[in-house]
Structures are given as C-alpha cells and as structure tokens.
C-alpha cells in the first residue's frame, strides 16, 4: 500500500527545484574531467559528469549550501550558493592536479610495514586513503606509523571490495593488501564508506568499508611513469601505467606494472622484492550495458621482523632483527613472506536513471608462504634464545652468576645473528638436524555476486545484493633447504611419533611434512538496505543474512592423533543476521547530525574455530557466533572555510573466540599447547574530532584528536589442549584438555594502538604549484598484549605440589600482574611537493619524512606466557632484565619517501 502513496507523498512535500550546471576542466591541459562526483555532502545529492565534463544537478534549495566538486588526482572545489535564480550556470570549474595523491605511495610503505609480522597485521591504515575526512586522513597518514587503530578496531571489522567483489580472507577475516600492492596507479579510484554509514556496495563492518573501482573509463587517461626511492620497507620502486580513456568506439583499456626492491629496509634484513601486473578491457555496448575484464597479479617476496625484549633492545638497538645473517657475504633470512595469487574479475555493468546493477564473478588462486627454521635435537638456532642471554644467567634460581653473564653478553654482540655457516656444520650427518622450511597455503576461491541500486522516487532508494564464495585451501609445510644434510626424518622430537604415518619416513627438499590438511569454505551473503530522504531528515535501514560452513579434510595420518587426524570432519555451519540503521538530521545546509546503530551477528574466523587444524578435526567446544552492538553520534560542520566532525561511539563485541599457541610452565603442569579463550567480551568507546580551517586559498590549518577507552569487558573462560603422546609422567593429564576456568582480566587494556592521539597541521599551497605540510603528534596510552593463562587460578598453584603459592597473595599478584603503558611520544612528519607542465607533459615531485627529530618508541608488544606460574614469574622478575619478559615492536626512527611522476 505504500508503493501507492509514494507519488502522492512527492506531490505533498515538493518543494521548488532550482537547477545548478557547469563544466568540470583540468586547469592545466583544459580538457573535460569525466566521472567527478559533483554534491552537495549535506543533503546526499549527487551528480557525475559526463565525457565532456558536463553536470546537472537539481535540487530543493531554501539556504545557501555548499557544492562539492571531486574527481580522483584533482583538489576538491567548495563553491558556496545561494538560492537566488532556478537556474544556475557555473560556467567552467577549473580543478587542480593534486599532488598529495602521492601521498597515498607513502601510505602505501606504512602497509606493507604492518605485514612484516602477523602481531601487527590487524592495523587499518590501508582503508583510510580514499578518504577526504580530516581525521582519518591523520590516522592514515600520520597516526599510522604508531600502528593507530581507528576506534581501536582490528581490520577484520572493515571490508574491502574490488569492482564490488569482496576480498577480506575466510582465515582471519582481513584483507590481503600484498594481492594488489604496487598498483596504485589503477587502485586510485576508491569510495570509503565510514562506520555504520550507508554504502550502497555492501553491509560492511563497524570500520567501515572500501569499494576499489578498476574500470579503466573511471581513471585517468594517459600514461604515467614514476619511481620511488624510500629507506623503509623497500629502498627503490618504478612503476608504469597506460588507460587509454573510453574510446568512441566503446572501448576503453589499461595496463600497469611496478617493480619494488631492497636489500634490507629500516629494519635490518628485511629484504624486498616485489613486482605487480595489471591489464583491464572495459567496452560500453551502449548507454547502459558495460562488461569490465580484469587481471591482476601482485608478486611479492620480503623479509619478516621479530619483536623483541627490552633486553635485547639495550644491546642491539630498535633496528636490530634476530631472523637473519649473513651467507656468503649476503643476508639470509630465515623468515620470508612470499605471496603470489593472482585475481581474474569479469563484471557487467547495467546503468540507467533510475536502476544500476553490478554482476560480477572473480577467480583468485596462488600461495602464501611463510619460512622458518626448524631444528630437531638439536641446539635452538635463535640467536636471542633466552638461554643464550645475560639475564639467564643473572635470575637463575640457584644465584646469579655475572661473569657467565659478561660472556654471554659480549658473545652475542660479536654475533648477533643466526649463523647461517655454522648450521650446514650442524648438518654434518645425512640426516638433518637443522631444516629450512615454508609453512604454506594454497588457496582458490571463486566469487559470484551481484549488487544494485533503485531510485523508487525522489524520497526512497533500494539497494541490495547477494554474494557467493568458495574457499579451498590446501595447508603444509614443505622443505626448502635441507643445509647440507640428504633429508629429514619425519619424527616429531618431543614424543617420537610419526607426522606422517602413510608416507615415507624420510622426506627430502620439495616434499610436503610435518601437516598437511585441506580447508573448505563456503558462505552466502544477502543485503538489503531502504534509504528515505524527507526535507532536513535523511534515514535508513539496512540488513544481512550470512551462512558459513567450515570443514576440514586431513591429508596426513599424524601417529598422536590417530583417529581424528585424517579423513574430513562434519561441517560446522553457521547462520547470522545483521541489522543496522542511520538517521540524519539537517540543521541547516552546514551543520547537520547523524546517529547510527547496529547490532551484528558473525562467524567466528577460521582461525579460531579449530583448536589444532594442523594435526586434528578437534574444534573449539560449543563456540559461538560473536556479537556486535555498535552506536555512534556525529555533529558536522561545513562553513566556507571551517569544516569539521566530533564522534562520540560505543562498541561492545560479546562471545569472542581466540586461540594460541605456545609453552608454558602452567601450575597445573608443562608443555606446548593451544590456549582456547571463550566467551570474551570487548568494550571500545571514545571520541574523534577532525577540524580543518581555510586561512587563506594558499594556507590550511588543522586539529585532530582522538580519546578511546578499550578494555576487555568480562572473564572469559580458559582451557588448554595438548597432545598425549608424550611419557605418562610428563602429562599435564591424561585426556588431552583441561579447563582452566575464568581468567581475571575484566577492565585490563587491550593492545590496540595508542588510546589517544593527537595532531596539528599546517598546509601551504602556492598558486606556482608547489606545496608543503607539517604535522605535530602526540600519541599516549599505548599498551601490550596480556597473557590471559596467567590471569587464571592455575597462575597462583605450585606445580611441584598442586597447592597455591603461599606467597601468591592478592598483593602480590597484583603487583606481579599490574599493566603499565608504554611510553608516550611526539612525532614530526614533514611533506611536500611540486608539479610543472612542460610540453604537454605533467612532472610531479612528491617527498615525506617521518620521525623528523629520529624519535625511539614502542608501537606494541606482548606479554610473554612462558611462566605461567606465579612463582617461576616472581622469580625471573627480580632483576630488571627477566629471561621472558614482554617484547616489543619499535616504530621507525627517521624516514623519508621520495616519489618523481611524469605523466602525459
């Protein structure tokens, strides 16, 4: 009955229409911008201009507004109008090239940074460089080096989709930035969607989300060559790129391609070597239909960094790496990343005034790999073992003894590093006791989705779709470099047990030991969202279903878990709704508020569904789907020259599931096992504040900050699982499991980035077409991650008599247990550029640096569970240097990014 209201309710509440027109030019080459996006931000209308640069917007208008002109590599034009004609023409708008899109090759540097090791690959930098708000701009481009969480959120909580296809993994629910790196030219063309807001591509998460558009008709035309010279994840990069623009005949056509490398970055071995392929075809049968062909592939291969101690830190500095040394005069690092898996993306494109619809299909396949060393009795090969540092010797339990700690301080700082010689030494048998191995995964997955929108009249719009995907993934560990010896004994060292019962005992490089299983994954979404506008009011509604399965498929018969080890285990299906909505209420045409909710159901990530995929089907009992309610209020203001946003938010995660892995001397006994949290909850809420003033059309001024309050927001339930293959006197228990009850870690910080952070700007823009910018930040209330095994009552009992400590009192455990941030610090990040046009042809200089005053800080860290008894902590926490105490990740010191373009 509705639908036969709505033309009544449009003649009702019609108010008059005025008509604003214009021609969108590049002030440099006068020719038309095709594709920008002309608005009014405040009352969400929206026009794109056509081949020729042309616009046409009609609106209601009552008060002077604000019109925004935006196109991908331009500066964005406000104009002020005012209500004085119905028809407005605007004549030519002349938009400038904009250099600061450089800006987004230097972002890219900080995400690669967050992929050297997995305790930092949840930051969420990467989403934010297609965003104009000044306040994630700073959280990207300047809080980011700190590892800044915006809101405190993991990047699991945000989507990222290209040409409408999502591309966030099943295994933790992140994007894989590495499967389009080096492609920033042809990535440029990007729609951020922030928090719970409406996006018409996608549910999304709390974080938000971003559609990346690859169609070769929305870039730019041309060609462009660059290169890039930086001392952080890679020392040089050149890149290329050709579009060809949409030709008259409906064709349209680009290609790229990069070549990234480095010896070592900031970080001492980490080396780089990447390179990226790009090519799409776009052709426009007519007004309406468009089929889009893309391939991609991003080939990248670096070195890992480890975190460290506050110990090893003193002797070998914030630079230092223990994974690496040298091999014949080169650096060898034990620890590589190499990511190869190429995307292929067909869509089809339906446009009309009224109705859009995007149909996709994408094919992605290829290996991630990881190396470590494996030593098998043998001497352990880290170099920062703690057996082979000073402060072994000074907390030993019988005495400190400093002269063995004198030696050993000065033997590790005449070698550092892992001694690459002294393992082919090692090997000297035919079987090896050192073994250099990739921990990999190869994985296909298909998509399948389609996604539109509807203009019902002028107040409604529908927007829905439905995603399919699959998942198979085939996980092992297969040998690289046996270092000299003639193969490798498939044994497992602690309880003697064939890894591999139906294969053969001896394995050789190439061959696939240790594990080996398949993961299958399917799941389905459905969106639908209702969009209704009515005069100063704006509201909508938005909802999703998801089902998931998960099943697992062991392709080894593993000698200590022979019954479940092999063969496939029931599906594990999981169904969730999501609900979310948002209401806008327009002040005037510069200051309006919006509030939006949501309460969000989803599967727990596959990596914490099975407690030991690796050797068992065992998955983590009852688990539960986890729960979202999310709330957050905004006030904008949008004055000629001020603009600006304060966010209030509140977030509650419930029925959290984590797993790890690790040893641990437990009170209820020792051994390496996997620790499974349930029933954890999370508490983040804060504010943000962005401020941007236009001084004068050359100077800008502006001021951030950001005030969070994350903490864990109950006692989850603890229980550890390990295998019983061992001697019987050595088992914690005979069952395998035992629940360890709740842990104490309600009102504990969580270690997502600094709490607070804030930020000065100052920008000049001369009208000769250079440009430079300074930011002032302050970052504080940054903590590391806690063990929560120590937080449980196993933590207080005497392993050797099964009773608590008696000097285990709530003081002391308090004391011993207590969570101190990490130190604040102040950050100077310097930028600048400058552009010339010279025959026709466009040369840009683009240059950062960061940490100008070489500034030395922590950016997180974590406890280490080792001791997991109060006495065996209390005893290595005597000295100031204890054996396990928390390591860290240290930010950059000083840094620079340089970027040259030449575009024509």
Not at 22 to 44: H, N
Request: aromatic share 14%; proline share 4%.
């Amino acid at each position: 009955m509705l639908f036969y209201l709505f033309p009544f309710l449009t003649a009702l509440f019609g108010q008059e229409t005025y008509t604003i027109t214009g021609s969108v030019l590049d002030d440099r080459f006068k020719t038309p911008v095709s594709g920008a996006s002309v608005y009014i931000e405040e009352m969400g209308l929206k026009s794109n201009t056509d081949e020729l640069g042309r616009f046409k917007l009609e609106i209601s208008l009552k008060e002077d507004v604000i019109l925004n002109i935006f196109a991908v590599d331009f500066v964005m034009q406000r104009i002020p109008i005012s209500p004085v004609d119905n028809e407005l023409d605007l004549g030519s708008i002349y938009l400038e090239s904009d250099i600061t899109t450089e800006q987004t090759d230097n972002l890219i540097t900080l995400t690669d940074s967050e992929l050297l090791d997995d305790g930092i690959s949840s930051v969420s930098v990467g989403f934010l460089q297609a965003t104009r708000d000044v306040f994630l701009n700073r959280a990207a481009f300047d809080f980011g080096q700190a590892f800044f969480r915006v809101r405190g959120y993991d990047s699991q909580n945000g989507q990222v989709l290209i040409n409408g296809i999502p591309m966030n993994k099943f295994f933790d629910g992140r994007p894989q930035w590495n499967n389009w790196g080096g492609l920033n030219d042809v990535t440029r063309n990007q729609e951020f969607t922030n928090g719970l807001s409406a996006s018409e591509y996608t549910f999304g998460g709390i974080l938000g989300n971003t559609n990346i558009t690859v169609r070769p008709s929305g870039l730019r035309p041309g060609t462009r060559l660059s290169s890039s010279f930086s001392n952080r994840t890679y020392a040089g990069r050149l890149m290329a790129t050709y579009n060809s623009g949409l030709k008259d005949n409906g064709l349209a056509y680009a290609i790229s391609t990069s070549r990234g490398w480095a010896k070592e970055g900031y970080i001492r071995g980490t080396l780089y070597d990447a390179y990226s392929l790009f090519g799409a075809l776009e052709y426009r049968f007519n007004t309406r239909n468009t089929i889009n062909l893309t391939a991609i592939l991003a080939s990248n291969r670096r070195g890992r960094s480890s975190a460290i101690t506050e110990e090893v830190f003193r002797l070998a500095g914030k630079r230092y790496n223990p994974y690496w040394g040298e091999q014949n005069g080169k650096i060898r690092n034990s620890r590589e990343r190499k990511i190869a898996e190429p995307l292929f993306l067909m869509n089809h494109y339906y446009e009309s005034d009224k109705f859009r619809l995007n149909t996709g299909i994408s094919y992605q396949f290829g290996t991630n790999a990881r190396s470590r060393l494996g030593y098998y009795n043998g001497p352990n090969p880290d170099p920062t073992y703690y057996r082979y540092l000073p402060s072994f010797y000074v907390n030993s339990p019988i005495g400190a003894n400093f002269v063995n700690a004198n030696l050993a301080r000065e033997g590790f700082l005449e070698d550092p590093q892992i001694d690459w010689p002294g393992l082919y030494m090692g090997n000297t048998t035919e079987m090896a006791t050192y073994v250099l191995y990739d921990d990999t995964t190869d994985e296909k997955q298909l998509a399948i989705n389609s996604m539109g929108s509807m203009e019902i009249n002028d107040r409604f719009k529908l927007d829905f779709g439905v995603t399919y995907r699959n998942s198979i993934s085939d996980n092992y560990a297969e040998i690289q470099d046996l270092l000299g010896a003639d193969f490798h004994t498939d044994i497992d060292p602690f309880s003697d047990t064939k890894n591999d019962v139906n294969g053969p005992l001896n394995k050789k490089e190439g061959d696939v030991f240790n594990y080996h299983y398949r993961m299958n994954t399917n799941r389905f979404d459905l969106f639908a969202q209702l969009r209704f506008k009515y005069k100063r009011w704006s509201i909508f509604l938005a909802g999703t279903h998801i089902n998931i399965d998960y099943q697992r498929e062991g392709l080894f018969l593993n000698e200590r878990f022979p019954e479940n080890s092999l063969g496939r285990n029931d599906k594990l299906i999981f169904s969730n709704y999501s609900i979310k909505g948002g209401l806008d209420y327009r002040i005037t045409a510069r200051h309006w508020l919006t509030v939006h909710g949501g309460y969000l159901s989803r599967p727990p990530v596959l990596q914490n569904v099975f407690i030991n995929p690796r050797e068992n089907t065992e998955t983590v009992p009852d688990i539960l789907s986890e729960t979202i309610f999310s709330t957050d209020l905004n006030y904008y203001i949008r004055l000629p020259k001020l603009t600006g946003r304060l966010t209030g938010f509140y977030t509650r995660f419930q029925n959290m599931t984590d797993v790890n892995f690790f040893f641990v001397d437990a009170g209820v006994g020792s051994d390496f096992v996997q620790e499974v949290i349930t029933e954890l909850d999370l508490l983040h809420m804060g504010a943000e504040l962005g401020l941007e003033y236009q001084v004068s059309p050359a100077v800008k001024l502006s001021a951030v900050c950001s005030i969070g309050k994350q903490r864990y927001a109950s006692n989850p339930l603890v229980s550890i699982n390990f295998d019983t293959a061992g001697a019987e006197e050595d088992l914690i228990n005979p069952d395998g499991n035992i629940n360890l009850g709740p842990a104490d870690i309600k009102d504990y910080k969580l270690a997502q980035g600094p709490q607070q952070a804030y930020a000065v700007g100052l920008e000049y823009r001369d009208p000769k077409y250079w440009w430079i910018g300074a930011t002032a930040n302050y970052l504080t209330q940054n903590y590391a991650s806690i063990s929560t095994i120590t937080r449980t009552r196993s933590f207080l009992l005497d392993p050797d008599t099964g009773q608590p400590f008696p000097e285990a009192t709530e003081e002391n455990v308090s004391k011993l247990l207590a969570q101190r941030p990490l130190d604040s610090f102040y950050l100077l990040n310097l930028v600048g550029g400058k552009s010339w046009l010279k025959k026709g042809k466009y040369i840009s200089v683009f240059v950062s640096i960061n940490n100008v005053f070489d500034t030395i800080f922590r950016t997180g860290g974590f406890e280490q569970s080792r001791n997991g008894n109060f006495g065996q902590l209390q005893q290595d926490n005597l000295s100031d240097s204890p054996s396990f105490a928390p390591k860290y990740w240290y930010g950059y010191g000083r840094t620079y990014f340089l970027n040259l373009a030449l575009s024509f």
